[in-house]
Structures are given as structure tokens and as C-alpha cells.
């Protein structure tokens, strides 16, 4: 029997355009014999609606073809339906930095057609995050202090193109400023100021950052990268060496394994919660092993 798949599509314009990954996935899929429905979305958050909303029985997958914005609403929006369903998600990357595809090793839509006909899910860990009293499923990171203010950069220099998270990651070097709070990393306290917090479930952040070398998406932990005090000149190493990895090795990055972390600020602070701006401190995350199924 002919395998069945909805498709979810983000239209917004890309490099190639969407639209283009959009029909050569359409036609990989197609030409495996597989049916596929399309569902275009229309704004922000409509993947999460649909991935909770949407009839999905009958279906072999929900795949998604967008950036991890597009794959964190859809995600979501499967661990929130009233009724619990276990259907694997299929990702096809067309964003900007496309960091959970990298950690899996799906660079192009051709892999990912083929990992998606292949049908072979792999369970994968999710991280909860309750923000100021609101739920987010993460399948890639959490960020805060320079790491929430990185994401924000970038979202306003997205005519750079990907460079933009690199230009981003300069302008805080610059800017970055410590913010005083009291983080916990599986019951261990630390109240002190910091300048970086990443709290990443996947290896990649950003365009090609590989901010968590460490990191194994099924290993039912999220890795804690923190920087406390650096001078500019250090935080500028940090930068240049983020893209290889080699960043762990200074002295100023603590590097965490942990199941469960919380961060606690004087007053509401921002998060980048998948390469999204979503709630804000207190925050409180913790590993779900094996929450979604994806085939990859």
C-alpha cells in the first residue's frame, strides 16, 4: 500500500525559495509512490494549529518543510492534541540555519525525502519548558541572556541571509552586558551573573554554530553551555571558535549535562526557545526521553 503523508509548508521566501524545496519535495515524494497532502501555512503559528487540529489518522507521517521554527510549532502543536497520537514527523530543512537538520544530518531535500520513504523513526528527546507560567516542546534550544539577545539580532538582519547570526553573535561581543540570576542544573544551584546561557538538545544553533558538541538528541539530556564573565576580546575567540566546537576548551565555558535546569531573574526576561521569542523568566525545563518520533 502507498505510503500517506500531510505535508506542512512554510511559503516565507528563502534561499533557494520555498516554494522551489517545496515542489522538489513534493516530486521526490511523489515519485516513491507516496501521496501527499499539502497544507501551505498562513502565519505564525498555523503549523502548530494544524499538527494539533488536523485529522491525522490514516497518515504514515507528518512532515514539515521550513525552517525549526516551522519544526518546533509542529512538534508542539503533536504532544498538545486532546488526544494522545503516536505518528513520526518527517523534516524537510528550508530555513536560514536549519540547526536540528545539521545535527541529523539532513542537509538537502533529497536526504530528507529519502529518510522520509524510508519510514524509519528514531525517538528523540523533547525539552519542556514552562516559561512564566506558558509550555513550550524544544527540539533544538533554549537560550537566554546573550543567548535569547543573538536570536533577536538576527531576526532583525535577516536580509543578511545566514551571515546574519554571525553578525548577530559580533554585535553582542560588543553589547553583551552580565545579568545577575540564579540558575539550577539538576538540583545545583548557581546564583551569580552571566553574560551566555544556552541550554541546547541538538548540536547546532544558529547557521552552522556548533554550540554543543556533546550533544546527542536521544540521549535524555540537554547539554548547558554558560559563559559567566569574559572580556570582549575572549567572547570574540568564543565566536570564532563556536564554529568548530573548539569554544568548550576555554576556560570561561562551563559545559553541563543535566536532565532538568531552571532559571530564576529579578524581573520577566526573554528566551529564545527554538529560534523563537517566546515567554519569558522564571523558567523551568526538563528532558522528556523519547517524546516524538522522527524519521531520521
Known sequence: MAKRFLLIANPASGSPPRATLRDQALAGLRAAGAQVDLQVTLSAGHSFEIAREHELAGYDALCVLGG???????????????????????????????????????????????RIVAGKPRAVDVVRATAAGETHFCLNLIGWAAG????????????????????????????????????????????DEFLLVLACNSKYVGSRMLAAPRAAIDDGLVDVVIVRRASRLRMLSLVQRVHDGSHVEMPEVEYHQVRSLNI?????????????????????????????????
Open 68 to 114: 525549526d521554527g516551522t519544526m518546533h510549532e509542529a512538534v508542539s502543536g503533536l504532544l498538545q492534541r486532546p488526544q494522545p497520537l503516536h505518528i513520526p514527523a518527517g523534516l524537510i530543512p528550508a530555513g536560514t540555519g536549519n540547526s536540528l537538520g545539521l545535527s541529523l544530518g539532513i542537509t538537502d531535500v533529497a536526504e530528507a525525502v529519502r
Open 264 to 296: 530564576e531573574t529579578a524581573s520577566p526576561e526573554p528566551l529564545n526557545v527554538d529560534g523563537e521569542m517566546k515567554g519569558t523568566t522564571p523558567l523551568a525545563a526538563e528532558v522528556l526521553p523519547g517524546a516524538i518520533q522522527l524519521l531520521a
Open 148 to 191: 535569547q539577545a543573538i536570536n533577536a539580532t538576527a531576526e532583525r538582519l535577516r536580509w543578511l541571509g545566514a551571515t546574519r547570526y554571525a553578525a548577530a553573535a559580533l554585535w553582542q561581543v560588543l553589547s553583551a552586558r552580565p545579568r545577575r540570576a540564579k540558575i539550577v542544573l539538576d538540583g545545583a544551584v548557581h546564583e
